[in-house]
């Protein structure tokens, strides 16, 4: 089957048919570098990961571009708080988000453009907008972009603008001519960072970024345009406005939207103040297993996290480095791909299929070393599907050199060893007894179940 994408433009599967052959232009919006990443973003970082990495696998040439947004409200209030300059908290927030995107086992993208770095391009794309009366200049200077100048606007969200406009109207600004209308140059405040324009100086606003950097480095017209679902609206609606207005055609063909990370029902978020770091997840849990958390739900899907859920995502990983270090001095051998993993992917990047799939094949794999049979052609699928996922790159020895960390592992280690001699795995389940007594954890096995206790 050839690659399916989910287009939240049209609201359904599409076959994807990339606009020259063999080549691949892909847009995701970044990160706001005033603090530390969180989950949510770390769902961003794998979903889009996995998308690059597959994209290249199936042999395209792919411009990955995403940006860091270092100029912003939030970024001159954390400055001021730290009492540092704000090009030091964003080169700092930077340097943090690649230790984060590194330890999730992340390619870096083509291109990561700074926003501050692109002023000029925005200028002249908020140049276009005005000449083409879909912005305007406003009696406190600031420019704006004319929302009705834009028929085509809400198709992305599927909003209706009088719908909108109605709700907007509670908070209304009177230097619009519509309340819908939004920001591309806000005049400078003292003590702000600030850029010469035609209109004074200033700074741009937040959509107008992601619009003139993706068309700089992409092309008036590209492939896929990526995020989370949150920047759907207004974000990504915005961003077509402006450079359908500007370009006068198409924008992104394909639009790639990742469900939230929920905490208690509710949006994981900085501004509800309900977000974990993913640096406090990965003190707490190999990056590995953050990273089998994302992929184990697929993208569009909201994703529920907790310590439960993290927990059955790191016995998972133990089972596949379990079968991992069974196979890591066997020959690998050249082997069409497997077409069941391959089929998962290509269908709109269906990820839990995907790893159903990958431990299938574990499971065959050690069903034929417990018979003495070979599995040469099983052992090269399951090294190719890790690889493609990015998981099961540590060694076994250093994955479990940590031992057993505490009482729900032992546990979780004897169920694992019932699960095994129920399926007849006898030498899957003396290994889990053998590491278990290696740690000083006896098994005792009655008409109950199996207890244990300290040796």
């Given at each position: 089957m050839s690659l399916q994408l989910y287009n939240t433009f049209s609201g359904k599967k599409?076959?994807?048919?990339?606009?020259?052959?063999?080549?691949?232009?892909?847009?995701?919006?970044?990160?706001?570098?005033?603090?530390?990443?969180?989950?949510?973003?770390?769902?961003?970082?794998?979903?889009?990961?996995?998308?690059?990495?597959?994209?290249?696998?199936?042999?395209?040439?792919?411009?990955?571009?995403?940006?860091?947004?270092?100029?912003?409200?939030?970024?001159?209030?954390r400055a001021a708080e730290q009492n540092i300059d704000i090009q030091s908290l964003t080169n700092n927030m930077i340097d943090a988000f690649h230790v984060d995107a590194d330890a999730l086992n992340c390619l870096r993208p083509s291109l990561e453009p700074?926003?501050?770095?692109?002023?000029?391009?925005?200028?002249?794309?908020?140049?276009?907008?005005?000449?083409?009366?879909?912005?305007?200049?406003?009696?406190?200077?600031?420019?704006?972009?004319?929302?009705?100048?834009?028929?085509?606007?809400?198709?992305?969200?599927?909003?209706?603008?009088?719908?909108?406009?109605?709700?907007?109207?509670?908070?209304?600004?009177?230097?619009?001519?519509?309340?819908?209308?939004?920001?591309?140059?806000?005049?400078?405040?003292?003590?702000?960072?600030?850029?010469?324009?035609?209109?004074?100086?200033?700074?741009?606003?937040?959509?107008?970024?992601?619009?003139?950097?993706?068309?700089?480095?992409?092309?008036?017209?590209?492939?896929?345009?990526?995020?989370?679902?949150?920047l759907k609206f207004p974000h990504h609606e915005n961003e077509i406005a402006q450079a359908c207005a500007a370009n006068d055609g198409e924008f992104a063909r394909y639009w790639l939207h990742n469900g939230f990370v929920n905490i208690n029902a509710e949006k994981m978020s900085k501004s509800l103040g309900n977000f974990f770091t993913i640096r406090e997840v990965t003190e707490k849990y190999h990056p590995e297993v953050l990273r089998m958390f994302v992929l184990g739900t697929h993208y569009r899907s909201p994703l529920d996290f907790s310590d439960a859920a993290l927990d059955a995502s790191k016995a998972a990983l133990n089972r596949l480095y379990e079968t991992k270090r069974r196979i890591m001095d066997m020959p690998t051998i050249n082997v069409e791909p497997n077409p069941s993993f391959v089929a998962a992917l290509n269908d709109d990047f269906n990820t839990p299929e995907a790893l159903a799939e990958l431990f299938e094949c574990s499971r065959r794999i050690n069903k034929a070393l417990n018979e003495g049979q070979k599995a040469d052609k099983d052992i090269a699928h399951f090294t190719s599907m890790t690889a493609l996922l990015a998981i099961l790159q540590a060694s076994s020895d250093v994955w479990f050199q940590g031992g057993i960390d505490d009482n729900h592992d032992i546990d979780t280690l004897i169920m694992e060893r019932t699960e095994a001699k129920k399926e007849r795995d006898f030498a899957r389940a003396d290994a889990i007894r053998d590491k278990l007594s290696a740690q000083g954890i006896i098994l005792e096995d009655g008409i109950n179940g199996t207890t244990w206790k300290k040796r």
């Open positions: 599409e076959p994807f048919t990339p606009l020259q052959a063999g080549k691949v232009g892909m847009y995701v919006c970044g990160v706001t570098v005033y603090d530390y990443c969180h989950v949510g973003h770390a769902r961003v970082m794998v979903v889009f990961d996995v998308i690059y990495r597959w994209l290249k696998a199936s042999g395209y040439d792919v411009n990955y571009v995403r940006n860091f947004t270092d100029v912003d409200d939030k970024i001159i209030a700074r926003a501050t770095a692109h002023i000029p391009t925005m200028i002249r794309m908020i140049e276009t907008l005005i000449e083409r009366q879909s912005a305007y200049v406003s009696d406190s200077g600031d420019v704006l972009y004319a929302v009705r100048s834009f028929e085509s606007y809400g198709q992305l969200s599927g909003k209706d603008i009088d719908d909108l406009e109605s709700g907007s109207r509670v908070d209304v600004d009177h230097q619009k001519r519509d309340p819908l209308d939004f920001v591309l140059w806000k005049q400078a405040k003292e003590g702000e960072p600030s850029w010469a324009s035609p209109w004074g100086h200033g700074r741009p606003g937040w959509h107008i970024e992601c619009s003139a950097m993706s068309c700089e480095y992409l092309g008036k017209t590209f492939d896929i345009h990526g995020g989370g679902m949150d």
